[in-house]
């Protein structure tokens, strides 16, 4: 890992940290912030640990801060979600898609929109958004495994053949990067195999 050649990089620290909890690896992201940044993680750790007051009251901080950002709309919603609150959740997320532009973080944006609907035991609409996360680019087979946030679909047949179709597609990827890149990623995530290969430098330096 780039850590491992500078410890002192901080935009690695962070990006560190960051893959943590896009991996929903919230309690690794909880000791990584506070062990390279000496700080708690920021409002995505509350809301992957479900801790809803809490990242209520933050989200709103964030909203009085930086009201235009659209991805403060998109956990505001969420933390509706994690409150049962799933016709209000589920409404705004038409005013997020009226309001949302094509951006780096688009993937994530719409991966939560799937949470959103999957929380509120809406399959068909969470299967959709899961589809158009793939399709720009998020395939984080592990995970979709184990997200708890879609739990309530798990059982359902769409999903289950949808989660199949990822692990092939996730397994196909392993093989084709170990054969490409001569890495070894048996045990890699998709972020850590996208680190490695963004920045040669890491290469052979997993976490």
Known sequence: MALALDPNNDEAKRFYVNSLLIAGRADEALDASYRFLNKEPDVRYLIEKRMVKE???RV???YQRNP???WILVYQSLVKALQGRHKEAQAAVATILSQERRY???HHDTYNIARIYALGAKKTEALHWLRVTVAEGFLHYPLLARDPFLDPIRRDIEFTQFLEEMKRKWEGYQREFTSREGLDTTSAEPNTIRLIVANPRSRGKEK
């Open 55 to 57: 990242a209520e009251a």
């Open 60 to 62: 709103t901080q964030e």
């Open 68 to 70: 235009d950002a659209i």
């Open 104 to 106: 780096r973080g688009y």
